[in-house]
Every structure is written in structure tokens, then in C-alpha cells.
């Protein structure tokens, strides 16, 4: 009898084997991956760009989330699946998008509103990169130029929390500039904030209305700002807080003006402070909490869902250039009192996320809207959105 069509089907199913063993979904296997049956739903926005820049705004009488993808901008209704792009002006390229909402919506601390509101803003570049003006984004999904720096300036970072929008501008190193408007810009006269010598990265105000603004830069600049907004910042000392602060979050835990935490973008150590104690002034304001020992990205709180006390989640990289190859996220619970807070981490977050490439991203940013509505947008994975939840593992969609 001749064996040797025996031994080849053997040898290629053995070949066969070995090979699909050494491929990888998420963080498992691919055998692993079936067994889970965890398959990763999708919608139709580009999934291999970088994102950045959600926002929520209202159109028209539709809520609609806008997002930049690469150098283009993005939306769909909130209640849709269906992303289509908008138009850019002049064929610019997108650098930022961002939010103005109102302050009847607020409290939430952060970019993070409870409904659709305000205005939505995108920074465009044309020619040089020093070309670059602020839109706004109309009803009819077409945009308007609303501000433009002077020749030589360029900006250099966008962000909206809640009714405020800051801008920062870099003419020369020595010559640098943080903007802000509590009204619609191109209408409100902006504010002209000294003291804050970077490009805005992250902000959030500590609690509802009236509260202060707390800013970071890309350069790791950590400073608090009075309300109105004030026109001066006063930076931290950063080397009572964390070296090269990354992200920063407001929690309302605990009562007493609540909680402010920030994430260092070399070991993801989080450190907080009491909001309500003017914590720049003294080192002993601050206290380590956690770590996710590797860089970490951003941070946000996700408060009170389905009766509970509310979460941390905590973005990562896999190295401080936050590109591809990352290690997904952290949720954090808060326990303890000020002086003492700690936060317990973990990223066994369910077979869902461990099954999905988004447990191998790079998490740059968190958005969460008050409803439970989380996204994560990743550097080069993407966008990715789940309805948050207290008592199970949240169920991840690939934008």
C-alpha cells in the first residue's frame, strides 16, 4: 500500500497548524479567538488612521458625532452607523477638532458634555505649515472660516472643555500664545491666557460651572487656570506630580470639590490631588495612586453609570512616540481618602476587547458624552466606541 499521499496531507495539515498557531488577533490566538466567539463588529469609517477630535454637536435638528481621521474630518448621527466626510475647505488638510459646549450642559469636567450643543471647530492647514486658520462647522455640514492667526503664526493645538475653546499658537519659541473663547468664535473676543508656554494637549474644569480650568501641554506643561477663563496660568511643579504629565481627568469622588488625576507618559504612574485644595502650591497635595507601568496616553473619568461610583480609564503605548503597537487600556476603581487615594488597574477587560486589535493599540484619546458612550481613538487602529458598563465587560465596535 502506498502511504507517501498519506504522509503529505499529514505533513501539510502539521505545516498548516503551525502556521495558523503563530497568527495573532488582538492578544490571543487565532484558535483562541474562534473559541471566544467574540467577533468584532464594524461600521464604515476608515480603521488605519490615526483619529483624534471627537466631538458632538447638533445639525440641523440631528445630534451628529464629527471626528478627524488622518487629515480628514468625519460624522455620522449619533443615532446612525453610516460615517460620510466632510468637505474640506479648500482642500485643507484637518490638524484639530474640537467642541464649544454650553454651560447649561456642564459638569461633567473635561471635553465630555451631556448633550449636543454649541459649536464645532476644526483647525485647517493649506501650502506651509504655518498656513493654518480655525473653521466652524455650520448646520449644513459646510465650514466657515472663523479665526486666522497672523502671517508667521501657526497654530499648533486645539481643544474644547465644556463652554470654553482654547487655541494655542506658536510664532517662535520666545513668542507663543494660549487663546480662549467662552462664546463663538469669530463673534466673543478671545482671551489671552500668559503663563502657558506649550501647545494645548488636554484640559478639563473641576467641577460644574464656575469651577477652574486644569491644562496640559504637549511639552508636559501642567497649569491651572481661574474661571472666567483667567487671563494668567499658574504651571505646577511638575516633580510633585508626575515628570511628563500626559493626560489629566476630574473625578467628582469623594465630595469636597472632588478629585483631579494625571497620567506621565514615560511609566503611567496617575497621581491626584484634591481639586478643591489649589494643588499646585504644595507637593503634599499630590499623592502616587497607580500605575500602569507602561506610557501612558490619556486619562478620563467615567462617572456613576448604572448606580455605580464611576471608573478610570487609562490609555497607553507602547513607547512615548504613541504609534502603532500599543497595549490597549486600563479601567481603574478609586479607594481611600486624600493623602491616601489608590486606584486599582487592570486590562482584563473580557474576551471581547482581549480578542480585538484595540487591545494592541495605541490608545491616544478617550471621549465619553454622559451617557455611557465611550470612544477610543487610536494611532493608526482607528476608531472604536462601546456603551459603557459597571457590572460586565464592555463590548467593543470598530468605527
Known amino acids: 500500500m502506498n502511504r507517501r499521499p498519506q504522509l503529505l496531507l499529514f505533513s501539510i495539515t502539521i505545516v498548516l497548524v503551525l502556521a495558523l498557531s503563530g497568527c495573532s488577533e488582538g492578544e490571543l490566538g487565532i484558535f483562541s479567538t474562534i ?8 461600521n464604515n469609517l476608515v480603521d488605519n488612521a490615526t483619529t483624534s477630535g471627537l ?71 493649506s501650502g506651509s505649515s504655518d ?10 455640514l459646510a465650514w466657515t472660516q472663523a479665526y486666522t492667526p497672523p502671517s508667521g503664526t501657526k497654530i499648533n493645538g486645539m481643544i474644547g472643555v465644556d463652554n470654553v475653546v482654547f487655541v494655542s499658537t506658536f510664532t517662535s519659541p520666545t513668542d507663543q500664545k494660549l487663546l480662549a473663547w467662552s462664546g463663538e468664535i469669530g463673534s466673543a473676543p478671545a482671551v489671552t491666557i500668559t503663563g502657558f508656554n506649550d501647545a494645548i494637549q488636554d484640559g478639563v474644569r473641576a467641577g ?3 469651577s477652574d480650568y486644569y491644562l496640559v501641554g504637549k511639552s508636559s506643561v501642567l497649569a491651572h487656570v481661574g474661571t472666567g477663563p483667567a487671563t494668567t496660568a499658574t504651571p505646577f511643579n511638575t516633580t510633585t506630580t508626575s515628570p511628563q504629565p500626559r493626560g489629566i481627568a476630574y473625578s467628582d469622588h469623594g465630595g469636597g470639590g472632588g478629585i483631579l488625576a494625571v497620567a506621565d507618559r514615560v511609566d503611567g504612574r496617575i497621581f491626584v490631588a484634591q481639586a478643591s485644595n489649589s494643588p499646585e502650591t504644595g507637593p503634599a497635595k499630590w499623592n502616587l495612586a497607580g500605575s500602569v ?13 448604572n ?4 471608573a478610570f480609564l487609562v490609555g497607553t503605548a ?30 482584563d477587560l473580557g474576551n471581547n476587547y482581549k480578542a480585538s486589535d484595540l487591545a494592541v493599540s495605541s490608545i491616544l484619546q478617550f471621549r465619553h458624552f454622559g451617557n455611557g458612550t465611550v470612544f477610543a481613538l487610536t494611532g493608526g487602529h482607528g476608531l472604536w466606541s462601546t456603551a459603557y458598563p459597571d457590572s460586565a465587560d464592555p463590548t467593543w465596535r470598530w468605527e
Open 293 to 305: 507601568g507602561r506610557p501612558a496616553t490619556d486619562i478620563i473619568w467615567v462617572s456613576n453609570l
Open 208 to 210: 460644574e460651572v464656575g
Open 55 to 125: 466631538v458632538k454637536g447638533l445639525f440641523n435638528g440631528t445630534e451628529r458625532y464629527v471626528v478627524k481621521a488622518g487629515t480628514k474630518v468625519f460624522t455620522r448621527p449619533v443615532s446612525g452607523n453610516d460615517w460620510t466626510e466632510v468637505s474640506a475647505p479648500g482642500g485643507r488638510l484637518a490638524l484639530f477638532v474640537a467642541g464649544r459646549y454650553s454651560t447649561a450642559t456642564a459638569g461633567l469636567g473635561g471635553d465630555e458634555p451631556t448633550a449636543a450643543v454649541g459649536e464645532v471647530y476644526a483647525v485647517y492647514q
Open 35 to 42: 473559541a471566544i466567539e467574540e467577533a468584532t463588529k464594524k
Open 318 to 347: 507602547s513607547d512615548a512616540i504613541f504609534k502603532n503597537d500599543g497595549r490597549g487600556y486600563y479601567q481603574g476603581t478609586i479607594s481611600g481618602t486624600i493623602g491616601t487615594y489608590t486606584i486599582s488597574l487592570t486590562n
Open 131 to 140: 498656513d493654518t486658520a480655525v473653521y466652524r462647522l455650520g448646520g449644513n
Open 307 to 310: 448606580g455605580s461610583t464611576g
